[in-house]
């Protein structure tokens, strides 16, 4: 049997009369790199949000390694090693590139981020945040304010200041939006770097990352699960194509 990771089974949440999610079940195995995907007004982010806790489900079940985490605070769930990135990037903007990461590694080590003690404590990490920021593209770029970044290297700040959690589970959402071309290469290599070690669940546009990182994808539709599979098989399906094309 598959280890899975996460297993949410008929998720669902209302807003008033609207079912932006509906009866959604999905299971992700650990190790992998599941794609969430669909066209726009799908119910993804929704989902995501769901997931992570950031909204209440109206129904269904939540698990993260067989312990239930419906009702858990999401600053809770991230203690238990699900950790996820947002579409609005969110760092420091007044912080260099290697502080934004250096207080996601003083987080790592539980309680408050200590700001007074001694810098030279804080420097101690520096050679572990300089790695995250290789990792991301970022490595030319340390000294630097976090708001002399494009939006799209602002995105990948955020994904080394995720990753320096060391999360088991890596929720990604929308990681490659708004970056150039050269900025994908180096995120793209690292998701793929990360499988094993780490599971990672992505929602994503660029279906090209998509068909290139994917073990499984689900595909969204109006808030249901439209279709499951290989890239191979959603991409041939034809409510898939439906979906995002028309009749």
């Known amino acids: 049997m598959t280890d899975i990771i996460l297993q ?5 949440k209302n807003f008033g009369g609207f079912k932006a999610v509906n009866e959604v079940s999905l299971d992700v195995a650990r ?3 599941h794609a969430l995907i669909g066209p ?3 119910g993804k982010t929704t989902t995501f949000n769901l997931l992570t806790r950031f909204l209440d489900a109206t ?3 939540i698990r993260l390694d067989g312990k239930d985490i419906t009702r858990r605070h999401p600053a809770d769930v991230a203690m238990d090693g699900m950790v996820r990135s947002f579409q609005i990037s969110a760092t420091f903007p007044h912080l260099t590139l290697i502080e934004n990461v250096r207080i996601a590694l003083q987080r790592r080590e539980g309680g408050t981020f200590r700001f007074w003690r001694p810098i030279t404590r804080s420097e ?6 300089e790695q995250l920021l290789a990792d991301v593209g970022l490595a030319d770029r340390a000294g630097r304010l976090a708001s002399s970044l494009s939006y799209g290297r602002k995105r990948a700040l955020e994904i080394a200041t995720t990753l320096a959690l060391r999360p088991k589970l890596l929720l990604l959402d929308e990681p490659t939006s708004g970056m150039g071309i050269e900025d994908i290469a180096p995120i793209t290599a690292l998701i793929n770097r990360l499988r094993g070690p780490m599971t990672v669940l992505m929602v994503e546009h ?3 990352v998509v068909a290139e990182l994917s073990d499984r ?3 969204l539709s109006r808030g249901e699960v439209l279709a499951e599979g290989n890239y191979a098989e959603v991409s041939t399906d034809p ?5 995002y094309m028309g009749e």
């Open 217 to 219: 994808i689900t595909v």
């Open 31 to 33: 190790g992998s790199v």
């Open 239 to 243: 409510d898939v194509t439906r979906a």
């Open 40 to 42: 726009n007004g799908a």
């Open 8 to 12: 949410a089974r008929n998720l669902s």
């Open 124 to 129: 101690a990490l520096n050679d572990e945040a």
């Open 206 to 208: 660029n279906l090209s």
């Open 59 to 61: 129904s269904g079940t």
